[in-house]
């Protein structure tokens, strides 16, 4: 029996998908749709929950924003431009990559040690 998907929405979250990339998902199953394909090259389109298309969207797309709805609207427009049916698939979803953590800094104590002194002669000048 063939689960019955949606074709105007697309869930706000999805298990399993990278959190440290931007991606858009569509509803559809078809991951040859040539509007997905055409606007997610050279990455990968692929399914998830059997009934939308995802991929990690190109710097293309991005153009190194981080800005949702500016993403949203080139996605949009390149789905469009790239003959999307809205019958059979009308809805986006843009996922922007978590923030890359900030990487540990280390300090030795002879690092702090050479700090303290050069902060004692400064305040003796």
């Known amino acids: 029996m063939s689960r019955s998907c949606p074709t105007n929405s697309v869930p706000s979250a999805f298990e399993g998908l990278?959190?440290?990339q931007t991606y858009g998902v569509i509803p559809g199953r078809n991951a040859s749709s040539p509007?997905?394909?055409n606007c997610c090259s050279p990455?990968?389109?692929q399914i998830v929950d059997?009934?939308?298309s995802w991929c990690?969207?190109?710097k293309s797309i991005t153009k190194g924003s981080r800005d949702q709805g500016k993403i949203n609207d080139d996605f949009n427009l390149c789905l469009s431009n790239?003959?999307?049916r809205f019958n059979e698939s009308n809805g986006v979803s843009i996922h922007i990559a978590a923030s890359a953590a900030t990487a540990?800094?280390?300090v030795s104590v002879a690092g702090v040690?050479?700090?303290s002194l050069l902060a004692l002669g400064s305040m003796a000048l």
Do not use: Y
């Open 35 to 37: 509007w997905m394909v």
């Open 104 to 106: 540990p800094v280390h």
């Open 43 to 45: 990455n990968p389109v």
């Open 82 to 84: 790239n003959g999307r």
């Open 113 to 115: 040690l050479v700090a």
């Open 18 to 20: 990278p959190t440290d």
């Open 56 to 58: 990690e969207l190109p």
């Open 50 to 52: 059997e009934c939308w």
